[in-house]
């Protein structure tokens, strides 16, 4: 994508104290889409409040309305490194509705441990067990982020008060 240039002085730039909403494109480093926001409604955010990558926030810095952006994000800034010793048995007994679940191998299921909750990847079924790779998803993955900026606004008192947006796309009180 190439940036636009249809900026005007009195719309807000993209930094701390503002609500971005964008729509994202997604690849891997062998440029296949992962995912796309464009189906559905944009993503949005409060600058700051680590709810999206840093290095992707840092992206949208000085940014406004309209534009259009590509960053690509090398793994150690995006999910990490891939651990293979992160591979994990489970018994399906330990997992919450387990015994009632149909699982099915690349399903992504939420694992409990020390430190909540985190995703992991079903990479084998047995019958009262599953194999699970506990990395992130995208782990070990540079990524790519396609964006088009949808616009930039000054958040509120209360939103950043409580550190998220509210109304379409934010949360919701």
């Known amino acids: 994508m190439s940036e636009t240039n249809n900026r005007t002085t009195d719309e807000p730039a993209a930094g701390p104290g503002k609500v971005i909403t964008f729509h994202y494109d997604l690849y891997d480093e062998s440029s296949d889409k992962i995912e796309t926001s464009n189906a559905g409604e944009p993503l949005v955010f409060l600058y700051g409040q680590n709810s999206i990558l840093a290095s992707l926030q840092e992206a949208f810095l000085n940014k406004k309305g309209g534009e259009d952006f590509s960053v690509t ?88 008060a409580h550190g998220h947006p509210h109304g379409p796309g934010g949360h919701q009180h």
Do not use: C, W
């Open 73 to 160: 994000i090398p793994a150690g800034k995006a999910y990490g490194r891939y651990y293979n010793d992160r591979k994990q048995r489970i018994p399906i007994k330990q997992i919450e509705g387990g015994k009632k679940q149909k699982f099915r191998v690349g399903q992504i299921i939420n694992l409990q441990g020390e430190r909540g909750g985190s995703p992991g990847t079903i990479v084998k079924v047995g019958k009262f067990n599953l194999d699970v790779d506990a990395n992130h998803p995208l782990a070990g993955k540079d990524l790519t982020f396609d964006v088009k900026i949808v616009s930039v606004r000054d958040a509120n008192e209360e939103e950043i």
